[in-house]
Structures are given as structure tokens and as C-alpha cells.
């Protein structure tokens, strides 16, 4: 319990850390405008993630060029490392949940115009790659983190993450951006 209370602590220093240090400007888009979108999820234990593959076929026909990073809680992964679809796992986090230097260079290597984040829980290793993301428009769930995401929701850990999900899909395409 003391242990996991430090790792908690230096995981959320090492987040406010990159926020702090990052330059990236950021808007409001008009969803239609997107082209490419990364999306950060929570994987299931068995790595099928049926919910997330149902997400990336309704955003790939609405024309949409989509990369997914999921995270799985466990020592190594079953499934292989795509360009579209990665997969890490606690192997490749540091002490304190933090993904690794290596890690987070394959993660900076392709840009985004939106990154979403789609988890109901605090994942510091996903919460991380979305600080560390330089896509000029983010959106989570509601964080503690000043400036992780551009637009944020408000939802109970009670709501799966595909409420989530068609929660930001119906203000991002209901929203009208000021061009």
C-alpha cells in the first residue's frame, strides 16, 4: 500500500512534468475537418477488445484514419504489434508505471489530429502518452491534470467506456467550430 502510494506519486509528478514542458498549439476542430485519430484505450485481459474494434470501424467509415495504443495489465502481450493496432504492457513501464524511453519515442513517431482517450479509470501509463501527445486537439474524460486534454467529460467509473465514447462522438459532431 505505502509502495503503490509513492509509484502514484512520482507516476502523476512525471505527468504534470510533461505537461509543464510542452508546446503545442492547440484548437477546437471542426470533426468533419479530421482526418487522422489516435486512440488511447484500457485492453481487455484476452487483447480481443471487441468494443474498441466496433469504435474504429464506425470512425474508418466516416472516413477517418485511425491508430489505436491500448494498454494491457500484464507482463507481456499475446497479440502482435501492428502500425494501427499496439498493444503494450507492464514490461514496458517503468517502476512507477510510466512507459519506458522506447516506448514513448515509437509513440511520438506518427502525429495525430486528435487524440481521444477512452478509459473510465486512471491508467497512468495512458495518461501519460495522452500528456505526451502533440495532437493540437485531446479529449478524456475528466482528469486532474491542468492542460492533458482540450476537452474534457464529466462521467461516473460506473459507465463503460463505450458510453464514454458516444458521449464525445455527440459533442464533437454537435459542436460547430469557429473557423
Known amino acids: 500500500m505505502f509502495f503503490n502510494k509513492i509509484k502514484n506519486f512520482f507516476a502523476e509528478k512525471s505527468i504534470r512534468k510533461v505537461l509543464t514542458v510542452q508546446k503545442r498549439e492547440s ?6 475537418s479530421i482526418k487522422s485519430i489516435l486512440i488511447l484505450f484500457k485492453s481487455e485481459d484476452n487483447e480481443k477488445n471487441p468494443q474498441i474494434r466496433k469504435i474504429i470501424a464506425s470512425l474508418k467509415e466516416e472516413g477517418k484514419k485511425v491508430t489505436v495504443w491500448g494498454f494491457v495489465d500484464k507482463k507481456e502481450i499475446e497479440t502482435a504489434v501492428l502500425p494501427e493496432f499496439r498493444l503494450f504492457c507492464a514490461s514496458e513501464l517503468n517502476w ?33 502518452l495522452l500528456a505526451q501527445a502533440e495532437a493540437p486537439f485531446k479529449v478524456s474524460r475528466m482528469k ?7 476537452f474534457m467529460i464529466h ?23 469557429k473557423l
Open 144 to 150: 486532474p491534470y491542468k492542460g492533458i486534454a482540450d
Open 27 to 32: 484548437y477546437y476542430p471542426d470533426f468533419k
Open 155 to 177: 462521467m461516473n467509473e460506473s459507465e463503460n467506456e463505450l458510453f464514454l465514447y458516444e458521449q464525445i462522438m455527440h459533442y464533437l459532431k454537435s459542436i460547430q467550430a
Open 96 to 128: 512507477y508505471k510510466i512507459p519506458k524511453a522506447a516506448l514513448v519515442n515509437e509513440f511520438l513517431t506518427t502525429s495525430y489530429d486528435m487524440v481521444i482517450q477512452i478509459i473510465n479509470t486512471d491508467v497512468y501509463s495512458l495518461d501519460y
